[in-house]
């Protein structure tokens, strides 16, 4: 992790913690946001992503790299491939946000389009790979991508010292993975996974003992509509995160609403998810040191005001 | 100045610094966005209201402070207040925005409403004075006010490293005074205000060498709806600020959404005017070095949806 945090320096942005009174008062507890929103690309996609494409060797990376995502690893992906001058192919769904598919343009990346209820995503992943070659980065179940995302949690811990609860939301259980991992390391911390609450696949899956797979959840926060967590992600929550907990669409709504009017921070709805399981009471927080993810802030204006329930 | 920022030290947040490569390249310089609308109240008021309070002999500021202030001075000085244990009334037109005067009342402070179309301000101060006594902190004709704005730039700079240009909001000038005696205590750099086209009364000042009073301006900028330039906020500007140059409510806007959506901040008017100038090409910044003041972020959510233009 740290030799991970190492060849991110200088490359990802060390992103601030944010605290607020207000919202200590509100929850009891001393809370530290850690502001990944304001990390290059929008997200903390980018440091598992520069780290696995940093991690390739040479010939291989010369020969491009591909990710299937709508969303913030396409980002970090493209942007991590513009850094090392390697091509990026982004294979991503019709109706995936227009500013996140816009973005990942900007960083030069070559998007391929499959219409995700006529397409089989399999099937155009293959043909994609046979026509333009390259190597699948994966946006979490991959070894480098989680040890890149763990810096998060290191960066937090190294800047505001030991912690008593981590909470950090859950798609495919990168992050997750990555932190639980780093924090752990460092002393007694509880790690607190969060995920939308019609898609607790990865509750269930560490309760049954086994990966659940479910069918894409209805839910705002479109970074965690993950159907299920990987192989990998799967047996590192296994061992080191102690507990998932589930937030409403609602809950997400009030937080990235108190974000906005009270720290002034844009945030996405995945990005709302952690703090609003501590602002609606899911996690035990009452005078312990509590850290955050604010993982990521990529959301247009118009769909902003769209998810918070429009304008006058 | 480096007596104001010890004082302050501890008691108001030292604000990140922000950068965007997309903005460097729109613009085509390297800014670095100080963004004083993470400061505790949500604006550097608390800077200037803290020191002058903390400058005041105990005994005087046992007897409680007052501003006559419908914004940001408003939140400053009613938790400077609170920290030193003092009381603070705030006298406010009824039509003041709902968000700063909620956040003045829960920092304990006492508002005493006028009508600023039927009542007259300076009767209702005095009205106040005689009945509640304390001492009148003005938000920015007042020296001690001005050093405890300064240190803005004195941490943008310490943090970065010596800029060329700095450019910064002017409504009544405390912040670009302080802030210039700051940056000019450094080294050679050239400082340029920004007000509100519609609002110029600084520019003109300067312009005319007399404080030029105009009528209260209308613009979305309702930090910068000045009236004119205080005394010692002129004498200081003339001395020190290199040009002032002016932004449409529209600019503003633009800059507003843009910090929105690439960099995740969220900003009132008055603390995107700088940039929007920036931003519009007023300041000559080709392949430099430039700081600029994001001064406050206090703006609700309806209000941002209105300013705008509201969702579809």
Chains 1, 2 share one sequence.
Do not use: W
Request: proline letters at 4%.
């Amino acid at each position: 992790m740290r030799a991970a945090a190492a060849r991110l320096s200088g490359v990802v942005r060390a992103t601030p913690v944010l605290t607020s009174r207000t919202l200590d008062e509100r929850v009891g507890g001393s809370v530290f946001l850690k502001a990944e929103c304001f990390q290059r690309t929008g997200s903390f996609k980018l440091r598992g992503a520069f780290h696995a494409v940093a991690s390739l060797r040479p010939e291989i990376r010369a020969g491009g790299v591909i990710a299937f995502s709508s969303g913030n690893h396409a980002q970090g992906l493209a942007r991590a491939a513009q850094l090392h001058g390697v091509g990026a192919t982004i294979v991503m769904p019709t109706d995936a946000p227009a500013v996140k598919r816009a973005a990942a343009e900007g960083y030069g990346a070559v998007i391929v389009d499959y219409d995700r209820y006529t397409e089989d995503r399999e099937e155009v992943g293959r043909r994609v790979l046979a026509e333009r070659g390259g190597t699948l980065i994966p946006p979490f179940d991959h070894a480098d991508v989680i040890a890149g995302q763990g810096t998060v949690a290191l960066e937090l811990i190294e800047e505001v010292g030991p912690l008593d609860v981590l909470v950090v939301c859950v798609g495919g259980g990168g992050l997750i993975s990555g932190c639980a991992t780093a924090a752990k390391a460092t002393g007694d911390v509880t790690v607190i996974g969060v995920e939308p609450s019609t898609g607790d696949d990865a509750r269930r899956s560490l309760e049954e003992g086994r990966i659940v797979t479910i069918d894409t959840p209805e839910t705002i926060a479109d970074g965690q509509q993950t159907t299920s967590i990987g192989a990998l992600t799967f047996a590192v929550m296994r061992e080191r995160v102690d507990e998932i907990v589930v937030v409403t669409d609602e809950e997400i709504r009030t937080t990235m609403r108190f974000l906005f009017e009270r720290l002034n921070v844009v945030v996405e709805p995945s990005g709302a998810s952690a703090l609003a399981a501590v602002m609606a009471g899911r996690v035990d927080v009452a005078g312990r040191r509590i850290g955050v993810t604010l993982s990521g802030g990529n959301v247009g204006l118009d769909q902003f005001f769209e998810i918070l329930g429009g304008a006058p």
